[in-house]
């Protein structure tokens, strides 16, 4: 019987909600395809925690990824899930050392980033990068294309895609959060939907022309603040019991008795108590009117392609829902869907019958999709460090830089209230 192959070394940079409560726990998960060998994170109360649920010792614990990368020998891969601004770096001397890389989206907030790691990616002897467009591996969109394929509604021509970030998660991110400013993290469009133009240009099946957008900070600024609001929701605000966006009412009452996301963000570990004391001091525990925000709270994007196919999408803050809610059209029939309900409807004209088809998953994190692409690119590294070509990836860096070059320009387009053509020069 063949010896099965030794596990990947693997270290993961950042050990934050994406770095510690998934990547290292799915991969703690396999121990015969993954091993831990070090980690890095700024923050040392993370690291240490992190650590030890690893069973790692104390040399094998790093205050940054490039401590960790300029000491560590001997490894297959590197996860990067540093903040947006942190993920060039460790990626380009990843990619210079032959690693392969797991990237967290979005490549980097500014085009030179990006160009700084396809390049990285390009030289002889680089490792591969697999940017983390967790919706790819999801059945909701996979299924979504295998109906475009086959040809079920005729040929396409016009999509129609929301996100609805939800008014709670909104708040928790983008105006209280790590991603509630464009100099510290990406404009929201990067951010949050980054995915979703990555998914628009996927499912069309062409390059995209020109874009159009629209869209600001409408809702989260000072002069919205009811009368009676304090800077802090435990402050004795007057209308603390009837403001959505209460931390007390988001973190206290609806996340009550959890201990994951958004709570083990709030406070490491997530348990009440310290969630109380994190609300009373840090950025959680501030009123969505009185902080230093200033991504956009909804955004329409207009897209061409050069099939002749046009999509529109639309990002906002204001759901209860967290969900994408998808509208293909097509000549011959259409197709609609609502990925958090895992629904799809499929609607043939010609036959004049419609089909419910669907497609949720039983599991953790984007519908299961975390722990799809996990078990992907575990595989996909294992074959390449055997020197075979292995499957194809779902997704490839180019695909994603094309993506994210949508993103710049429908933020171009925002900021000159005008039609940006693909082409124009950067
Ligand atoms: N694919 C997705 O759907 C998805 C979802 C959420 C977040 N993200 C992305 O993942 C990345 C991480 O997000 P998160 O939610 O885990 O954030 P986080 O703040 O919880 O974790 C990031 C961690 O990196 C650490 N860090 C900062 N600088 C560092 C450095 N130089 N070296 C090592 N560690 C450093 C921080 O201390 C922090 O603990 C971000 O780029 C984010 O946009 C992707």
Known sequence: MATPPRPLAIVILGAGNRGADVYAELMAQRPNQARIAAIADARPERLARLGERL?????????SADALLSRVQDLDAVVVATPDDAHVAPTVAALDRGLDVLLEKPIAPHLDGVRAIERAAAKEGAGTVTVVHVLRYTPFFRTLKE???????GRLVAIQHTENIGYFHFAHSYVRGNWRREDEASPMLLAKACHDLDLLRWLVGAPCTAVTSVGGLAHFRPENAPEGATERCLDGCSVE???PYSAVRIYLELFAGSTDWPNSVVALGGDRRAVLEALQQGPYGRCVYH????????????????????????????????????????????????????VLELQDFAQGRSERLNVRVAGSGHGGDDEALVVDVLERWQQRRLG?????????????????TMAFAAERSRHERRRVAMDEPA
Request: aromatic content about 4%.
């Open 55 to 63: 069973g790692l010792d104390a040399g094998a614990l790093f205050p």
């Open 241 to 243: 019991r009837t403001c």
């Open 291 to 342: 902080c230093d925000n200033d991504v956009a709270d909804h955004q329409l994007v207009q897209l061409e392609f050069a099939n002749d196919v046009q999509a529109s999408l639309v990002v906002q803050a204001f759901s209860a829902a967290i969900t994408r809610r998808v509208h293909l059209m097509g000549t011959h029939g259409e197709i609609t869907g609502d990925l958090d309900e895992g």
């Open 388 to 404: 075979r070509g292995g499957e194809h990836a779902p997704t490839t860096l180019a695909a994603s830089i094309e993506s994210h």
């Open 147 to 153: 109906l475009l394929d086959a040809g079920r509604i």
